[in-house]
């Protein structure tokens, strides 16, 4: 039974991380360990699941800083892949994995002879209804609509439950670090997705336990949350940029149409808005992260 590393990224959610554990110690497949990934927690995370480390029934790492999720999933998955499992398996620590859910991906794996780039899970919400932040996409731009398939092609997913083939992480390289929040999982699905057919395997289902079922809004989100927003933009432009003319007149539309959403659905702060968009923008015109590989 091929041997599975499930990377778990966490900062500042222990209840969510406690129940996340207890899903993922009950999963049919049982030929994984589970890598907590902790962003340099301040909530007292270690000390709540002390009990799961003393036992051996998970393994731990402090990041010893907040590397954001982007940071911590490189941080794991390197981690993982340099002590060579036949995969990681990655999520964020609200993620609720049913029960056969890693056992319906690696059933796929099995009938695919390992021979794809990555596998993603479809993804509920709480109340049972498609994830809307978690819906992967068919094409660059188009989102999958339909879930009845058993086995669907996919060309971008998220990083809750995405499972990816060591062999697959060590000729693309690992997720870019400096992308700190969003955006990571595009992009290294994408690179991925360039190079390996790969797939949403619709029996294999998890619960992102987000706080709303709604995607990120600069027009309607906190105006405390507006600074984050500079990732999202320039993480986003680096994105199509490397799309070539298509990608490129995409994220025109988007940032147009973010814009207009600004100045006539936001309540406060619009300048602030309007500015995160602006500064994102051109940032991400001028950022050229390195990609990491395994050496």
Partial sequence: MKKVAVIVVTYNRKELLIENINAL???????LDILVIDNHSTDGTKMAIQSYIDKNKIIYVDTGANLGGAGG???????????????????DDDCIPTATALEELMKIDKKLDGNYGFLSSKTLWKDKTICTMNVQRR??????????????????????????????????????????IWTDDWEYTRRISKQYPCYVVSRSIVIHKSASNVGANIATDSSKRINR?????????????????????????????????????????KLNRLNAIFKGTCAGLKFKPAIEYLK
């Fill in 139 to 180: 094409t660059l731009t188009k989102n999958i609509t339909n879930f009845s398939n058993p086995v669907i092609k996919c060309s971008l997913a998220s990083f809750v439950s995405l499972l990816i083939p060591t062999k697959v992480v060590k000729k693309v390289g690992l997720p870019i670090k400096e992308f700190f």
């Fill in 73 to 91: 999933f490189q941080y794991g998955i390197k981690y993982a892949a340099k002590r060579n499992y036949y995969s990681v398996w990655i999520m």
């Fill in 25 to 31: 110690l009950k999963q049919t497949y049982k030929n």
């Fill in 229 to 269: 927003y500079y990732y999202l933009y320039r993480n986003d432009v680096y994105l199509y940029r490397r799309e070539g003319y298509k990608g490129f007149l995409y994220e025109l539309l988007r940032l147009t149409d973010h814009t207009v959403r600004v100045i006539f659905k936001a309540k406060d702060h």
